[in-house]
Every structure is written in C-alpha cells, then in structure tokens.
C-alpha cells in the first residue's frame, strides 16, 4: 500500500456541486498538507495542518476547506465547484524537522 | 523574501548532456534546500537535499551546487538520460517551522 493515499484518482463534476477529496498516510507524520498543481504554476498551498487541532490557510484557501479527521486522515472539500477548480489536487505529509514531504498520486478534478 | 525563484521554466537537454536548474532565495533563515522529481501522473518525490555547512552534495549523477553567499543553489544532472524527463522543484525551509517554501518547477526534456 501506498504511504499516502488520495482518493478519488480522477473526478468530472458539475458547477456548483460539493465535492471531497480524501488523504490518508501511514507515515505517521502530524503534518499533512493540500497542494493545488496548474502547468506553468507549480505548487500551491490550499491548507496546512500541523496536527489534528492546528489547521492554517494557505494562499490560495479561498473556495475550499479542510477537515483533520485524524492523525492519518485529512480532506480537501470544494463547497461549490467551479470550472477555475479545475485542476491536479496532491496531499503531502511531513515529520517535524528537517526531511522529505511524501506526497499522495494526486487527484485530477475537473469541473465543467 | 519567503519566495524561492527557480529558471529556467522549460529546459531540453541532449542526451548524455548536463542539466542545469537554477534557484535563489532571499531569506538567510533558509537553512535546508532539497529538489524533487515529479514524473508525469505521479507526486513529488525527494531525489537530494543540502544543508548550508557544505557547498556541494552529490547522489550519482545528481549534485546540488550551494553558494551560500550569492543566496543560490543548482541542481545538476551529468550524462542526462531520457528517463530524468521529468519536472523538478527546488524548495527550502528554515527551522522556524520546517514548512517548504517551494520554487515554480522546471520541465526537463532529455532528447535521444
């Protein structure tokens, strides 16, 4: 199994719909974060959590929010899409310290 | 100054040829500096990193190159394969709260 899971893969929603996206690691990490990745912009932070009671906006926040089930668990909710959502949704985990990210296969969301 | 600026955006290479990616910082808190490799379809992942202590990290045919001074740092692929084809991120994070602040990405293309 993976260290970082997202689900779905691929997901083809509607304008205006709600739609989740799943995280779960078996690294045992406290830190988990949501990256949103569009050609030509790299990586840009959605939202960050540093353990289940500490979440923070990152830059682009607007039009999403998360939820820190658990430890291992952390999604990504678009409350009404939009086609500008459109985009590759990676998760990523990280110990305290110094050292890698591990990120999840990403999600590819489209919205029409 | 949390910026990471990376170029180029696009990079081909020959085959058997040396790669070459750029990145610069502003802020001297930056005191851990790692590249990853994104392959298409795929997250992430951590190919070599470098702390400020040493000028230069090499992991086969891969060497981070750090100028502490002039606030830069380069990745560099020797005898560049068509499988390095990928895209590569430069970031950086200081021990403030070891969150990476990540540069734009490069595309590598390795040509037969």
């Known amino acids: 199994d993976a260290d970082v899971t997202q689900t779905p893969r691929n997901r083809i929603t509607k304008t205006g719909k709600r739609i989740m996206l799943e995280c779960s690691q078996t690294k045992g990490h406290d830190r988990m974060y949501w990256y949103r990745q569009d050609p030509g912009l790299g990586l840009r932070l959605i939202y960050y959590?540093?353990?289940?009671?500490?979440?923070n906006k990152g830059e682009i926040s607007d039009g999403y929010s998360v939820s820190r089930q658990a430890q291992a668990k952390f999604s990504l909710s678009l409350e009404s899409a939009i086609p500008n959502q459109t985009a590759l949704y990676f998760c990523?985990?990280?110990?305290?310290?110094?050292?890698?990210?591990?990120f999840g296969s990403g999600t590819r969301l489209t919205v029409v | 100054q949390q910026q990471v600026k990376q170029s180029p955006q696009s990079l081909i290479v020959q085959k058997g040829g040396i790669s070459i990616i750029n990145c610069a910082y502003e802020n001297t808190a930056f005191d851990y500096f790692p590249w990853y490799q994104q392959f298409p379809g795929k997250g992430p992942a951590l190919l070599i990193a470098?702390?400020?202590d040493v000028s230069e990290k090499k992991e086969g045919r891969f060497t981070i190159s750090f100028n502490k001074s002039a606030k830069q740092f380069s990745l560099h692929i020797m005898d560049s394969q068509p499988g390095d084809s990928a895209t590569y991120f430069c970031a950086a994070s200081s021990e403030s709260n070891y969150q990476l602040i990540w540069g734009a990405g490069t595309k590598l293309i390795i040509k037969p």
């Open positions: 470098i702390r400020p």
């Open positions: 990523a985990t990280s110990a305290e310290g110094y050292g890698g990210y591990t």
């Open positions: 959590s540093f353990d289940v009671k500490d979440i």
